[in-house]
């Protein structure tokens, strides 16, 4: 089984509040993702890492934000959130490049 | 034109029934492929890699037709386990490259 954590695993709150979700893993991957999926929808990628202090954008433009201080953790923080931001987040690490991905449960956000 | 497309299906079969899932690509640069399962509610969770030769892993077969530009899954004797979501995802040339189709449902009756 893959080592890698999202908290929280539900979260509920309010239009404007500041939120982190959390992503660890202990697996040692350099590269870890940030991806975004609506219910039977696509996954589309929000933030990427090739390793500590390297983070970028994904594909899908995202008003989150992301840092990289250590290997084997990967918070997204969303600022001001709006209902527009309700989705499922999922945290992801991978040890290539080719795209053998390991998944975290995921992060269900609700915003009123 | 969307990158990766699949049959959302849902695809009803009964236990033990052979089914396959084609899922197309339009970018011919793409470089390598996976097929994903994931549960309702889960995270998606690797499956198989698709080689050129094709490769099998018990039930499951998975076959690459680069000239056609798609990739399949086979699976054989369905068990109740098998009911989930597929994905077909599609390497463009790194890890920050992939494309994940939307998924074909299976639901495998008793």
């Known amino acids: 089984e893959a080592d890698i954590y999202q908290t929280p695993r539900y979260l509920v709150i309010g239009t404007g509040k500041k939120i982190t979700l959390e992503c660890s893993q202990t697996?040692?991957?350099?590269?870890m993702y940030w991806y975004q999926q609506d219910p039977g929808m696509e996954l589309h990628l929000i933030h990427y890492s090739y390793g500590v202090n390297s983070t970028e954008k994904g594909d899908l433009s995202s008003e989150s934000t992301v840092s990289r201080i250590r290997t084997e953790h990967f918070p997204l923080t969303l600022e001001s959130a709006r209902p527009s931001h309700t989705s499922q987040y999922l945290c992801?690490?991978?040890?290539?490049?080719?795209?053998?991905?390991?998944f975290g449960e995921g992060s269900r956000l609700t915003v009123l | 034109r969307k990158e990766v497309e699949q049959d959302p299906g849902p695809f009803n079969v009964p236990e033990g029934a052979t089914v396959a899932f084609n899922c197309t690509y339009s970018n011919s640069a793409s470089q390598s492929f996976f097929w994903y399962r994931q549960d309702c509610r889960k995270e998606p969770k690797l499956l198989m890699s698709?080689?050129?030769s094709g490769n099998e892993d018990g039930r499951f077969t998975a076959q690459l037709n680069r000239a056609s530009q798609y990739i399949s899954l086979l699976i054989r004797d369905s068990k109740l386990s098998d009911s989930a979501t597929y994905l077909c995802?599609?390497?463009?040339?790194?890890?920050?490259?992939?494309?994940f189709g939307s998924g074909t449902q299976l639901t495998v009756l008793p």
């Open positions: 698709v080689y050129s």
């Open positions: 995802v599609v390497n463009r040339g790194s890890a920050r490259q992939l494309t």
């Open positions: 697996m040692g991957h350099d590269k």
């Open positions: 992801a690490s991978s040890a290539r490049e080719t795209g053998e991905l390991f």
